[in-house]
T-cell receptor, first 111, second 115 residues
Framework: QKEVEQDPGPLSVPEGAIVSLNCTYS??????FMWYRQYSRKGPELLMY????GNKEDGRFTAQVDKSSKYISLFIRDSQPSDSATYLC???????????FGTGTRLTIIP | ETGVTQTPRHLVMGMTNKKSLKCEQH?????MYWYKQSAKKPLELMFV???????ENNSVPSRFSPECPNSSHLFLHLHTLQPEDSALYLC??????????????FGPGTRLLVL
């Protein structure tokens, strides 16, 4: 079993829709959770960063962590074509420990 | 230049060639990383350097040889690679040791093709 599972997609949704991206994980020691966005021919850039369980909102983006279910989500409201990218979830146990990544979900927003 | 830069952006090499990838970070960070990104696979951490000292080598074959001459520069020396080594090689940096400062910032990557 992989430590982090993420549906690779591809996922296509119409512009303006709410997008839900998810990851599950098996290691209950993970405490720090991140979402990275990676545009084609670019490196990943940090989008959201959360510690432990709960929600965090930043503009159109909301990150949710449910440690009891070992499940994290990223919601994108009012999706735009510029949101088309690959979204990678990542997590770590301690603050300075190595990151474990999901495979990434390729998202396309259709105008 | 800002952020993390990588050169070259694209590289094609034969299995007997020797080449080097270069990474430079302009963020004042003290930790640098090499990752390998292959299609449909998670990012694989290869090497970690903290304050120029290698702190992690994730069972990477010896045909990959990292070098960190100072906290701003990181190299990956490549020798007698295999076709399965074709991938996107990403460099990242972070400020280890500070609360919230451990976020990793990635460069654009070098797309490597081994023939």
């Amino acid at each position: 079993q992989k430590e982090v599972e993420q549906d690779p997609g591809p996922l296509s949704v119409p512009e303006g829709a709410i997008v839900s991206l998810n990851c599950t994980y098996s290691n209950s020691a993970f405490q720090y959770f991140m979402w990275y966005r990676q545009y084609s021919r670019k490196g990943p850039e940090l989008l959201m960063y959360t510690y432990s369980s709960g929600n965090k909102e930043d503009g159109r983006f909301t990150a949710q962590v449910d440690k009891s279910s070992k499940y994290i989500s990223l919601f994108i409201r009012d999706s735009q074509p510029s949101d088309s990218a690959t979204y990678l979830c990542a997590m770590r146990q301690g603050r300075n420990e190595k990151l474990t990544f999901g495979t990434g979900t390729r998202l396309t927003i259709i105008p | 230049e800002t952020g993390v830069t990588q050169t070259p952006r694209h590289l094609v090499m034969g299995m007997t060639n020797k080449k080097s990838l270069k990474c430079e970070q302009h963020l004042g960070h003290n930790a640098m990383y090499w990752y390998k990104q292959s299609a449909k696979k998670p990012l694989e951490l290869m090497f970690v350097y903290n304050f120029k000292e290698q702190t992690e080598n994730n069972s990477v074959p010896s045909r990959f040889s990292p070098e960190c001459p100072n906290s701003s520069h990181l190299f990956l020396h490549l020798h007698t690679l295999q076709p399965e080594d074709s991938a996107l090689y990403l460099c990242a940096s972070s400020q280890a040791g500070l609360a919230g400062g451990e976020t990793q910032y990635f460069g654009p990557g070098t797309r490597l093709l081994v023939l």
